[in-house]
Every structure is written in structure tokens, then in C-alpha cells.
């Protein structure tokens, strides 16, 4: 390429390149399109059970063992993504009292996270208790120092308002690290609430959001799925480790705790929910915001709507 | 030594303990370490505490010490740090004005960097004046006031009053500030700014506080702060001079001073040098006897004398010095005034009654009457608070209460299991406990009231429970019954009620912070139930 090229041939090569796209595109385009060509193709619906039953297993384990079953942490992030998790740390209490994600579940899904090429994980919730003792109180300080992932400290800075087109919430403030994030994995704790019956994954987002959180137990059914299809994670992973009994979803009392040794993982936040509500002998018919979930298209109450698999330790 | 020498000694010094005043200040808070350790975290068996000797000044300060010991009967922690200050000052005279205090440090620099006064005038606003014995009617009001049973030092020790207004007005006021300057630049679309934004609200955050720290009655303990700082265009040092109680006291001690000033009327030109530099208008010039009470031992004249008239010596042989001019007056009115204010503090009933619905005091606090005895209105306690809850009193704890901490629940609350601010009260006057202490006794700082006409669902107006979600004891204090009400249209709604079971709130006030009914929250805490008074209680069984 030492003679410098004309214009005219620009011009030429120009129209040449974009039109072999353009031909290359159109060969490519199905006869059929359906009706929503831009939409997402639909990703097959699963949910993984695991479930330790051996005594003194090992809650990492575990947790590697179902990402395995759903294909690996690879399966999900890729190489170089920034990772947002997720975790429920809105309350300032020890891991013992299962009021918030269980540390050893965080710490081993950071792990996998970075192992899977990972360039950046963040950790971030916007707590109810003061932040600084929501981190040191639930171990989440910890793991992020251990794993090397940031600690997001929720901030006025960090809180945008937009748009959310959602029934109930139109303009709403959200906490900015989850929207820059390439991947979000939702990580909740499995607890009972005093209005909505249960705090799972879809509840989880509450903590996604600033502003007057307070005021969404007005209509907390519509808010939760609202917020759901706003954030819509790559997945769902639901800390039933230990779980809240009563006296949710802040607790207090190791007599509030019972241990289910369990971790779901889904794809579909639906299913992930109503696979949980389970554990608590909830019917997800009587949850309000899992039914208004699966009516506005969310996903599946019906466990025979995804693909099932239980992991055993 | 060398006058430069010294005078060197003496910068460095200042700066150092200016620098760990402030370096300790910006530690009064929930510290670092904390979110890093597991072992704290995951058993709850250990208590979170600040890692830095957040009291240390206040344990060097004799006045905190006396008064304590007067007025509470107490012995506080670290006290001997005081007695050796006391004891220093005995040989050494007002070392700790002029080497130590942070709040002497920062009036000498306003008086450096923009010296008002000069030549003449500078000179004759260095003379001994009568004014400078007002510190010892302080000092001898303050002492008494506190035999008498009300601890009032606190407003004027230049520890607390140096602590209270960089904590509670200037902090605040540059941190708000530079954290609005942060968010404008973060919500910038342009990401460099954006990152820029993040980056320096991390770095401020720390020293700032997160979020938007601010506390009532700020404003009036910045101006007079303010105040203070312009009185040096007056005279140079003018608080350290005229109205420092705890310049007063070490004067009064100073008195049998090894350290002397020694002048050679002989080799004295009159120049008026050392009159210039005198910081603490100590009658450095020849003819009249130096005042080792007024000397705040900057050594000035000292390194200014150009013909070596005026030496520093250290004498092993007790001379006494003069006598620190305190004059029969203002001890009298001193006298007076301390036997006064205690019961001018009772005035307003405040002490008498059983307590004000506004006034909740920390956990752990001591009875009111011993928390008036020993509380120095220092704000360590209030800047330590990772909620801001605790503010400085303005009329809730009465006149005598002034400045005392109270906690108000629409500007943050108590979490249920810190125990900060009494592990930082330099006095005991928040007792220091326990989170288990503080769950399990329980201590109670009130008790939450439901507002039927304002809450959510018993006025008719929908769903909410959010007092219920955040009740933190278990089981709750507040809990649900279910009921069925008619609304306007006619249509029946099943709503859930919120109800609290006195027995079991401990007045957190998470419930009044979170309640969505803003303004007047629905559900609010008054101090009535609070376990520190026996009078203060609602039920026969508790």
C-alpha cells in the first residue's frame, strides 16, 4: 500500500464492501422472520438444584458443582467482562442469622466468575442498614478483600433516574454499577417477608434502586415485577444455605433460621422463585408477584417449563 | 538550647499534635479494618471499635479529668494522662498551651498568616490587660458549677470545643461541599468526568464521612467557632489569653514554673521586640516582673531579643514565680456564678421532669442527672455515629442539657447491635457496652407510638408494613393484624395493621427513619420506657 489511494477508489472500494455486507445480511436473514425479528433469541429455560447433604460439605463446592450442571460460570461470562453480583447484604447482621447472602456462597461465585476470564467483579447492593456495617457485619468486606472483587459503597453519585416503563414504576432512581455492568448474577437469600410472603430473587432488586424504596410497598406485587424486568439478570442464583423462617426479613435470632443446604440456579427468575417458595411450603400461586411474573411474560411457574437437574454433594 | 532552636522545637510540636488532633478526628468513625476482618463479622462475639485512641486528647486534658472527678465521681480512663500534664505544667509551666493544644495551634497560625495588628498597635495589644483574669472566673466558675452538680466545661475546654465544632460544622460543611462538587462531576455523560467523579468522592469519603453527614444546631457551633478564630484580629491569641478555662487552670500551676524567664534590665535597649512576638501578653519587657501564669512558653521573645536581655533558664531550686493575677473579683464571681449556674439550669423544669418526648439519649447513657455531671457536649460520640443520629442538643435537653447528645430518628437511627459511641465517650457518660449487652438485657433508649391517623393502612390508605419490616429485635416489636376495611368506594381491602408490643421495643427508631410518611412520621420514639431511668417507665413488668 505505498501509492496513496485516490478518492474515487475510496468511493469504489466503499460502495463495494458495503454492498457485499448488505448481499452477506440479506443471504443471512431468515425467509421467515418472525414477528420479532430484534428480539433476543429465546435462551432454554434450566434450573439447577444442588443440594449438600453430606455432613461438612463444602458450600464452594457446591456452588462450583451447579455452575457446572448449567455448563460452567463460561457458559455465562465471558472473557473480559465486567461482573456485577448481586448479593441481599442489606442487613447489617452475621451470616448466622441468614439475613443476608451467605459469604462462602459470594466468595466461591466471585471465584468462578474471574476463573471464567472475568475483568472486573463488583459487589453491590444498596442496604438498608448503614453500608459500612451491612459490609463488615455480613462478611461481604471480607470476601471482597479475599477474592479481590470492588466493594460498590451506595452513593447518591451512583444513583440515576430512568426510565423503567414498567406498570407501576415509570422514573425511578438505580444504582448505576448494575447497569455498566456486562453481566449481572443475582444473588439472593432465601427469606420470609412480612407483605409479600417471601424475599427471593425478584425481590432482590429493591436493592437496585434508590429514591423512596419505602413507598413500593404500596403496590410491592407490581413494583417486584417491575423492577425484575428491568434489571433481568444473565442468572439467578437463590442462597438457601440457610434460610429465614420468620420474624423476615431482617431476623435477628438463630431461632428464625432453619438450614436447607440448598442452592438454586436458574436463567429464569420465575422458575428460580417459585422453585424456592418451595423450601417454605408456599405455594408460588398464592406469592402475588410471581403470578403477576409468569402473566407478564417473565417466566415459568411451571417447573416443567425448564430444563430440571438436581446436584447432589 | 538555642532560641531557634526552641522556637523550632516548639513548630514542630504544635504541628504534630494539630496533626494527630486531626488525624484522630478524622478516625472517629466506623473503621476500615472492620469490613476486612471475618472473625468480627461472622460471630458477633467481638465489638466493632474505632482502632485509633480516639480519647487521647481528652485524657491529656486536666479539666475533663477535675470535673469528672468533681461532678460525676468518677475516674475516668486514662486520666493519668492528665495528672502527668498537670504535673509537667508544674515544673515546666504553660508547655501544653504552647507545645500541645490543637485549638492554641490553630489561633497561633491565624494570628501568623494574617496578623491583624502591627507595629504600635500590635505592641500595645500585647500588654497584660485586666480582661485575661475573665479566664479564671471561668475556670473557677466551671469547677465549682461542676461541685455543684452540672458539668458546663464542655462548651468552653478548648479540647471539646475543638473537637465539637471540626466535627459538627466545619468537617460537615467542607465535606457537603466537596461531595456536591462529586456528584455534579459523576453525573456528568462525559465518562471521564464521570470516573473523575467516583475517584475523588473515594478518596473524600473517608475523611468526609459517605453520604451527607450534617447535624442540628451546626450552624450556630461553626459561627461561634468563626467568632473565636476573628477574635485574634483583636489581639493575637485572644481566646488563650482571656477566656481559655484550661489556659487558666495550667496558669494557676505555673506558678512554681522551673522554667523562668530571666531578663537583664541592663542590656535592655527598649526595642519592644519581644513585646511584638509575645503570644501570650506575659510582660516580657524589662521593668515590670514576668507573668509565668500568662507565659504560654512560645519562646518568641526570647529568639527576637537582639541584645540577649531576656533568657530562658531552667532552674533546679524551687523560686517561685509571681502569682497568677487573678484578682479577688473575678474568683468571687467565679464563686458565685458556679454555685449559680446549676440551679439557673433547672429553671426551665427541664431536670426536674421526668423527660422531654424530643430528648431520646444515646444507648448506654447514664441516668440523666450523672449523664449532666459527666457529659463534656464534645461531639465524639455524634461524629463516631454511622447514622447520624446523634446530634447536638439545642432546647430538648433544656438549658442545662445544651449541646448534649440526643438522638433524632428523622435524620438516621440506632442499629440494633453499635455500640460505638459509648466505646469513644471520653467521660463514661455513655457507658461502654456490648452489642450482646445491648440485645440481650435489652437497653432501651424509648419506645415507638403509632400515629393511627397518619399510618398508611390504619388511615384507610393501602398497604405498607414497612415499620414491621424493619423492626429489628426478634421476635419484632412490631407485628401485624390482620384486618378488613371499608374504602370510600365502598369496596372491602384486607390490609395488615401494624401494632408495637412495648415490652419488646428498645426505641431504635428504624421504624420512625424508614416510614414512608414523611414530615411527622406515622410511628415515632420518645424516650418514655428508656431503661437508664427508673422514673421513665411505661409498664409495671418489665
Redesign the interface.
Known amino acids: 500500500m505505498d501509492d496513496p489511494i485516490t478518492r474515487r477508489e475510496a468511493i469504489k472500494k466503499g460502495l463495494c464492501l458495503s454492498g457485499s455486507l448488505a448481499l452477506a445480511c440479506a443471504a443471512g436473514w431468515p425467509v421467515h422472520a418472525p414477528s420479532e425479528a430484534w428480539a433476543l433469541k429465546k435462551e432454554e429455560g434450566f434450573l439447577i438444584e444442588g443440594v449438600g447433604q453430606a455432613p461438612g460439605y463444602s458450600v464452594q463446592e457446591l456452588t462450583e458443582k451447579v455452575f457446572d450442571a448449567a455448563g460452567g460460570m463460561k457458559r455465562f461470562v465471558s472473557k473480559g467482562d465486567v461482573v456485577v453480583v448481586k448479593p441481599n447484604i442489606s442487613w447489617?447482621r452475621?451470616?448466622?442469622l441468614a439475613a443476608s447472602t451467605n459469604?462462602e456462597v459470594l466468595e466461591a461465585v466471585i471465584h468462578l466468575a474471574f476463573n471464567a476470564g472475568a475483568k472486573k467483579v463488583r459487589i453491590a447492593d444498596n442496604t438498608?442498614?448503614?453500608?459500612?456495617?451491612c459490609?463488615?457485619?455480613?462478611?461481604?468486606?471480607?470476601v471482597a478483600?479475599k477474592t479481590g472483587a470492588d466493594?460498590i459503597?451506595p452513593?447518591?453519585?451512583?444513583m440515576?433516574d430512568m426510565k423503567m416503563q414498567g406498570h407501576r414504576l415509570d422514573i425511578w432512581p438505580v444504582f448505576v454499577p448494575l447497569i455498566e455492568a456486562d453481566k449481572v448474577i443475582n444473588l439472593p437469600v432465601a427469606k420470609v417477608?412480612?407483605?409479600c410472603e417471601l424475599t427471593l430473587g425478584m425481590k432482590n432488586w429493591i436493592g437496585g434502586v434508590g429514591g423512596?424504596r419505602?413507598?413500593l410497598?404500596?403496590d410491592?406485587h407490581q413494583s417486584i415485577v417491575d423492577l425484575a424486568r428491568f434489571f433481568r439478570p444473565t442468572v439467578t442464583l437463590i442462597d438457601a444455605i440457610r434460610i429465614m423462617v420468620?420474624?423476615g426479613?431482617?431476623?435477628?435470632?438463630e431461632?428464625?433460621v432453619a438450614a436447607m443446604n440448598r442452592l438454586i440456579l436458574s436463567n429464569d427468575a420465575v422458575a428460580a422463585d417459585a422453585r424456592a417458595a418451595g423450601l417454605f411450603h408456599v405455594a408460588p400461586a398464592s406469592v402475588g408477584y410471581m403470578v403477576l411474573a409468569e402473566k407478564q411474560g417473565l417466566g415459568s411457574l411451571d417447573m416443567s417449563a425448564v430444563t430440571l437437574k438436581e446436584v447432589i454433594l | 538550647m538555642k532560641p531557634k532552636q526552641l522556637i523550632w522545637l516548639r513548630r514542630i510540636s504544635q504541628g504534630f499534635f494539630l496533626a494527630l488532633f486531626l488525624l484522630l478526628l478524622i478516625q472517629t468513625r466506623f473503621p476500615d479494618a472492620a469490613y476486612q476482618e471475618y472473625s468480627l463479622a461472622v460471630t458477633g462475639e467481638q465489638d466493632i471499635r474505632v482502632g485509633y485512641p480516639a480519647t487521647f486528647f481528652f485524657q491529656l486534658d486536666p479539666l475533663i479529668w477535675l470535673t469528672s472527678l468533681l461532678s460525676g465521681h468518677v475516674w475516668i480512663q486514662g486520666f493519668f494522662w492528665a495528672v502527668a500534664a498537670l504535673l509537667l505544667t508544674l515544673f515546666l509551666g504553660r508547655f501544653f498551651c504552647g507545645f500541645v493544644c490543637p485549638l492554641g495551634t490553630i489561633h497561633h497560625m491565624v494570628g501568623v498568616v494574617r496578623p491583624a495588628l502591627k507595629g504600635k498597635a500590635l505592641i500595645k495589644a500585647n500588654q497584660k490587660r485586666g480582661s485575661q483574669k475573665i479566664k479564671y472566673f471561668l475556670l473557677v466558675a466551671v469547677l465549682v458549677s461542676a461541685l455543684v452538680g452540672l458539668n458546663i466545661v464542655g462548651i468552653l475546654d478548648p479540647i471539646s470545643l475543638l473537637f465539637r465544632s471540626l466535627a459538627l460544622a466545619v468537617f460537615p460543611a467542607v465535606g457537603n461541599g466537596i461531595k456536591a462538587a462529586c456528584d455534579v462531576i459523576a453525573a456528568s455523560d462525559i465518562k471521564p468526568f464521570n470516573l473523575l467523579g467516583y475517584a475523588a468522592e473515594e478518596i473524600a469519603s473517608p475523611i468526609f464521612g459517605y453520604g451527607y453527614p450534617a447535624f442540628q444546631t451546626g450552624w450556630l457551633i461553626g459561627a461561634l467557632f468563626l467568632v473565636i478564630l476573628f477574635l485574634n484580629r483583636i489581639r493575637p491569641r485572644f481566646w488563650c489569653r482571656t477566656l481559655c478555662p484550661l489556659g487558666a487552670l495550667f496558669g494557676v500551676l505555673s506558678r512554681f514554673s522551673m522554667v523562668r524567664l530571666e531578663k537583664k534590665p541592663e542590656a535592655c535597649t527598649d526595642c519592644q521586640k519581644c513585646a511584638l512576638a509575645c503570644q501570650g501578653a506575659a510582660s516580657p519587657g524589662p521593668g515590670v516582673d514576668w507573668d509565668s501564669s500568662e507565659c504560654l512558653l512560645c519562646f518568641n521573645c526570647f529568639a527576637r531579643c537582639p541584645e540577649d536581655a531576656l533568657t530562658f533558664r531552667f532552674r533546679w531550686f524551687p523560686a517561685q514565680n509571681r502569682g497568677p493575677d487573678m484578682g479577688r473579683r473575678a474568683v468571687l464571681a467565679g464563686l458565685l456564678a458556679g454555685v449559680s449556674i446549676p440551679f439557673l439550669g433547672r429553671l426551665d423544669g427541664q431536670i426536674h421532669k421526668v423527660s422531654d418526648p424530643r430528648l431520646i439519649r444515646p444507648p448506654g447513657a447514664v441516668e440523666e442527672r450523672d449523664f449532666l455531671r459527666l457529659c463534656q457536649r464534645c461531639g465524639l460520640c455524634m461524629k463516631v455515629c454511622p447514622t447520624n443520629v446523634i446530634n447536638p442538643a439545642l432546647a430538648e435537653a433544656g438549658m442545662a442539657g445544651f449541646w448534649t447528645p440526643t438522638l433524632t430518628m428523622t435524620l438516621g437511627y440506632c442499629e440494633y447491635t453499635c455500640t460505638l459511641c459509648g466505646s469513644v465517650c471520653p467521660t463514661g457518660a455513655i457507658a461502654e457496652i456490648s452489642g450482646k449487652e445491648k440485645v440481650g438485657r435489652p437497653i432501651r433508649i424509648g419506645s415507638a407510638y403509632l400515629d393511627r391517623g397518619r399510618c398508611l393502612p390504619w388511615s384507610g390508605n393501602g398497604p405498607c408494613i414497612v415499620c414491621e419490616e424493619h423492626c429489628p429485635t426478634s421476635p419484632k416489636a412490631i407485628y401485624l393484624r390482620l384486618d378488613v376495611q371499608t374504602r370510600q368506594d365502598g369496596a372491602k381491602v384486607t390490609v395488615q395493621l401494624p401494632y408495637v408490643d412495648l415490652k419488646r421495643c428498645v426505641g431504635c427508631g428504624i421504624c420512625e427513619n424508614k416510614c414512608p410518611v414523611k414530615g411527622r412520621p406515622a410511628i415515632r420514639v420518645m424516650a418514655a420506657g428508656e431503661t437508664r431511668s427508673v422514673r421513665n417507665q411505661i409498664l409495671l413488668d418489665i
Open positions: 447489617a452475621a451470616p448466622n459469604p438498608i442498614h448503614n453500608a459500612e456495617r459490609f463488615a457485619l455480613t462478611g461481604a468486606g471480607m478483600k466493594l459503597h452513593r447518591s453519585s451512583l440515576r417477608h412480612g407483605l423512596r419505602n413507598a410497598h404500596q410491592i420468620k420474624n426479613p431482617s431476623g435477628g435470632s431461632a428464625d
